[in-house]
C-alpha cells in the first residue's frame, strides 16, 4: 500500500437542517439576598384642602362674671374749707352735710352729687375723726337723686339722739350698713347725707360704698 495522499480541499458548508423542539424548563433556582434600601425620594406636593366639616353644637351658655367696684370720698379737712370758703365741716352748727364721690363736701346736696351707671350698692363704710360726745350723734345716709331717705344709714353715737338698731355703732368713730341695698339706674346720682345732732362735736367724715354691677347675683352680706 502506498503512502495516504494529502487533504482535498474543503468542500462547501451544506444545508442548515431544521430547529428541533424547544427543551423542558429547569428547576427555578433560590431567591437571592434583598439588595441594599434605596435613597428617599423627594417629597411630593401638598394634596388639595379637604372639604370643611360640618359646625359642631353650640355649648352651654356660660356663667354671669361678677364685678364690684368702689367709691369714696371725704371732706379732706382744712382743704375744703380753704377751697370753698364755707364750713363743710360736719358738726352740730353745720347740719346736713353733704358728700360726693372723690372727697368734697356742701351744705347743698346739688353740688356734691354725681352721676353713676347702673348698679347696685351692697356695702356703706363710713369712718369720722371724732367721736360725737355724750349724748350726742352722727347719722350718715346715702342719697340716690334727691332722696336721702333710701334706708340704707349708720350712724354713731349712745344717745337717743341715734336711730335705734343693727347699724348703730355707739362711742365709735366707724359705722357700716352691709345689709341694706340700693339700686341705681343710669343716669341716677349718688352722694352721702351727714347729720349731727345739735351739740356734737364737729369732725372730718370719708366714707366708702361697694358696687354691685351687672352680673351675676348680689352677695348675701350679712343677716339679722
Known amino acids: 500500500m502506498g503512502n495516504q495522499g494529502p487533504a482535498g ?19 427555578t433556582g433560590a431567591i437571592g439576598n434583598a439588595g441594599e434600601m434605596g435613597a428617599q425620594g423627594p417629597q411630593g406636593p401638598t394634596g388639595p384642602t379637604g372639604a370643611t366639616g360640618p359646625t359642631g353644637a353650640t355649648g352651654p351658655s356660660g356663667v354671669n362674671g361678677v364685678q364690684f367696684y368702689t367709691l369714696g370720698g371725704g371732706d379732706l379737712g382744712s382743704n375744703v374749707q380753704t377751697l370753698f370758703g364755707g364750713d363743710s365741716t360736719l358738726s352740730g352748727s353745720s347740719s346736713p352735710i353733704f358728700y360726693g364721690p372723690g372727697n368734697g363736701a356742701d351744705t347743698q346736696l346739688e353740688s356734691e352729687a354725681v352721676p353713676i351707671d ?32 333710701t334706708g340704707v344709714s349708720c350712724s354713731i353715737g349712745n344717745s337717743a339722739a341715734c336711730e335705734a338698731g343693727i347699724n348703730n355703732f ?7 350698713d352691709l345689709i341694706d341695698t340700693l339700686k341705681f339706674s343710669p343716669g341716677d346720682t349718688i352722694s352721702l347725707e351727714g347729720t349731727a345732732s345739735d351739740g356734737a362735736a364737729a369732725t372730718e367724715v370719708s366714707w366708702t360704698v361697694v358696687m354691685h354691677q351687672t352680673g351675676g ?4 352680706m350679712a343677716t339679722r
Open 217 to 220: 347675683d348680689i352677695p348675701a
Open 9 to 27: 480541499p474543503q468542500g462547501p458548508v451544506g444545508p442548515a437542517g431544521a430547529i428541533g423542539p424547544v427543551g423542558l424548563v429547569g428547576a
Open 170 to 176: 355707739p362711742s365709735l368713730t366707724e359705722c357700716h
Open 118 to 149: 347702673v348698679s347696685t350698692e351692697t356695702q356703706l363704710w363710713v369712718q369720722t375723726k371724732n367721736v360725737p360726745g355724750p349724748g350726742e350723734c352722727y347719722t350718715f345716709t346715702l342719697c340716690q337723686n334727691s332722696n336721702c331717705d
